[in-house]
């Protein structure tokens, strides 16, 4: 297996993305893709990834492989990726190989693979009844809001708003989106919808997502959300448990 | 009641000059304007603050109101203002809400009415012998070489010059501006006057300090420092003990 | 004694080269110029540090002294130069005056002088086999690259390249660079040589190396390394002990 990536800071992006939450799993090569799938350790959240073959200026192999990572580690070595590096990685000697490549110099690294858990191969099955898309920056803005008050994030969304509430000791906050507004892309309903949400986990998932892009956000009362959104060709869905006031 | 900025990061500001030394005060309102005098927790500074109803753009009260509020509280809630937004607050079931209104957006907080502590009414009545004004900037920069070395700065005004002292384990600074210096706007000297004031308080007095303004000291040796800035109409005076080597 | 330079932070950016590794010293004033040799605290490290007379815009001694400082309280006072002030440093009392200069303002600090530490007079000598001279920049990321694995780096120097590796339980690195790479100015080896060596020390050292300027590292198996660049007219050169895995 080998697969070559035009821009190095692109694949750190990607892996970006995956290491705010997940700490180690399986990045699984097939003809068609990388996709890895995987529970943040303490099994309230969950990200699956997919970038197609496309995005691979080589993509070259012979069978499907699992390649088990501790992302930590990957993420540290993908920061040291400069403007204007290519980066190839190829499995050798049970280690997975990045190669950054500049001008007359390449930089080596070898991680090596592990046996990643297998704790979530299965996305949660919902039927959404809501989808809000919001301009990626403006929903980080909300997020930050709510967390001067508090550590979760409620949302409603109907046919006319999208509503966003957090309630501390130092106050409550109420946030109302008119279906018009500035950052909201698209609202579709079918049945009015509200949940609330840890907000470390949400703030965590929004770190990578790329400033003027936008995200998703997929609602059923009290049932987990489903939040996608793509970094180039790489598709990010996120699933994160709802928080249940006892 | 219910008063309406037209720039909410201007109230942001003006609340951040009382924030960074008061943690709870009682907000007056009255036809004049607004109205706030605090001590800080320790009891060695005070600050004294007034808005006039001109800084408003609405400014409605039936009969004078005082609001009670937790500044840090409110402080983390202004940090919120985003540029292009208005800001309205109106008192309502015992809280004071704070609604930020962008275009199509509108994000409502409620803080809690408090009774703050009452410990200081009065500013200390002091006849200054010694004025000196100084640019904002080039005060802070002061603060900082002096803490390099000590907690404490001494002040030292006479008819030539404006003289700071500071001294520690690691060396003395001896710093002096002649009247005519740059930074220096303006110097009146009924009586030379020197006091030794805490650091720490100094800075934290001139964290909002606008950039390019002036800072005007009030001396009489071994007396309370008086301190006053504005940020637009609102007026910031602060009184500081001096501190006695024993 | 006294001397003086015209740029404040010049002479602020050549203590901060000391002070990265050096606790306290003694700064030998001669008609020459100013020389400090100093090892580090643990005894791992030495600077050899030389500045000329003509560096100074005046320099004015009647016979050789030795002005023993806290390195690390006069790099605190020397960050306080702002731009466009100059320096003057002068002996008085067994104290070191400096002051800074700018225009209508005089900002003088009093540093004691101490009995410093004298525990390193003699340079290693060693026949040094290979030298390779670098971008400091370069130098600085390749450092940074290992640190991400390991707390030490390997250098190998031969005729066609200059290799760095690190290794960790995360993973391993190997860098390699052609000798006509940008970043390679230039390789002289008499022997192939590699050596490894604490990456901690070697960051500190190369902390106030000038962007966009060189550095020259001379290696021989096993041996301590040098390392040299310069500050204008100042020369530093470093010593540092390999690192033996036993």
New interface residues.
Partial sequence: MLVKVEDARYWKNCVDAIESLIDEGTFNVSKEGIALKAMDPSGISMVSFFIPNKAFSKFEIEKPVGLGL?I??MG??L??A?SNEQLEMKETDS?LQIEFMG??????????LIDARKDADKEPKVQFEAVVELKCDAFR?IL??AN??SSYIGFRADKNSFVVAAKGD?????????G????IKRVEITKPSSATFNLDYLQRIMLACPSNSTVQLSLKTDEPLRLDYKIGEAAFAYFLAPYMES
């Fill in positions: 501790n930590d580690n540290k070595i920061s040291s400069r280690r001008t007359n110099s390449r930089r080596r690294y070898k991680l090596p803005e930050r809001d001067l008050l130092a106050g409550e906050l109420e946030e109302e989106y008119a018009n507004a500035d950052m």
